[in-house]
């Protein structure tokens, strides 16, 4: 049975998230705690008025959820230690005769770093395929769904320092880690990306996600990152990631269409360099939900790209600060679940 992941342009038939609980990820004060609430419960409730959307929750967070989320959210309760479904959930295939397929990637906390608990998550992607009704496509790859795009024809974009990871993938090289994405995702072209942003490879970080580096909204188009200001040190980083992407091919052998999507005006907060990206941005039936940084000038022009790159979308911008401040962004907290035939 071939497997193909399509592009995240595709219709959905829904989209799934993973209601926050408590722990280190979400903050160790009360004010810390409903900060997280309330963006996750943002970004949910923005991404259903354009199509259903299940959130999982802890049952110990059932009825937070209940007052904080969109009645017409629906709730698969399940255990969590982790929200960032993008990464621990399971990503979606279909194969040719349009049935649905969940691969289920190892998940180890980024890497076992020491303050991660992540072992209740790393069921969710079972537990997802079993409620949906998907056949479970079993992977020994650990991998995290932030760590790959793709354009549904073929290619994949992925980073050295993620599936080569000595902490994830000790005995992993490029060669194996592309014949099992062939295999699950069916993808027949890697583009290695070198590394991610300088704060991806902080303790909280995911040493150097794809997703908020690049994305890829239509065949032979990217959206990449860009960092002008010189004193920021990801501006050296994504030259080195431009490089990289402007000799690359597709696998129909196409040279990408690159488009800047630059970063808000902010440099630092309380912890260093940000990561703040534009990239990070989720596609829904009908619209985008952009990440916004409360900068007028920057999230009204990161809009006007958006609008442009998916024409017909209506594009939606939801503060993702906090989530951020958590480790990642919108994209991180959500995964498509494609419209099938069968």
């Known amino acids: 049975m071939a497997w193909r992941m399509p592009r995240e342009t595709a219709p959905h038939d829904r989209t799934w998230m993973a209601f926050p609980c408590a722990g280190v990820t979400l903050g160790d004060t ?25 959130m999982v929750v802890d049952p110990g967070e059932t009825e937070r959820a209940r007052r904080m989320l969109d009645p017409a959210i629906e709730m698969l309760e399940a255990p969590l230690d982790e929200f960032w479904m993008r990464d621990f959930g399971p990503t979606f295939v279909v194969d040719e005769s ?19 608990s992540w072992r209740k998550s790393a069921e969710i992607a079972r537990t997802v395929a079993a409620e949906v009704g998907a056949q479970l496509v079993s992977s020994l790859l650990v991998n995290e769904g932030g760590g790959i795009q793709v354009d549904g024809e073929g290619t994949v974009l992925l980073t050295e320092t993620v599936q080569l990871d000595p902490r994830r993938n000790p005995f992993a090289d490029r060669a194996r880690v592309e014949a099992e994405l062939e295999r699950t995702i069916g993808t027949s072209h890697a583009v290695w990306l070198p590394r991610g942003l300088t704060r991806d490879y902080d303790d909280f970080g995911t040493n150097g996600h794809v997703d908020i580096v690049a994305a890829i909204p239509a065949p032979g188009h990217l959206l990449l990152h860009a960092q002008p200001d010189e004193s920021h040190p990801d501006a050296a980083v994504m030259r080195e990631v431009r490089a990289v992407l402007e000799e690359a091919t597709d696998a129909a052998g196409r040279r990408f269409e690159i488009i800047d999507l630059p970063a808000p005006e902010t440099l630092r907060d309380a912890h260093g360099f940000v990561d703040w990206s534009y990239v990070n941005h989720y596609v829904v039936n009908g619209g985008v939900i952009a990440c916004g940084f409360g900068e007028d000038t920057a999230d009204a022009r990161a809009r006007d790209i958006l609008s442009s790159v998916y024409p017909g979308r209506r594009v939606v911008t939801v503060d993702a600060r906090p989530i951020f401040d958590r480790g990642g962004g919108i994209h991180c907290i959500t995964q498509q679940q494609p419209a099938v035939t069968s």
Request: hydrophobic content about 50%; proline content about 5%; overall charge negative.
């Open 30 to 54: 009360d004010a810390l705690r409903d900060e997280g609430y309330r963006a996750w419960s943002a970004v949910a409730n923005a991404v259903a008025e354009f199509e259903p959307l299940t």
């Open 98 to 116: 349009g049935a649905l397929g969940a691969v289920d990637w190892v998940f180890n906390g980024w890497g076992a770093p020491e303050w991660a």
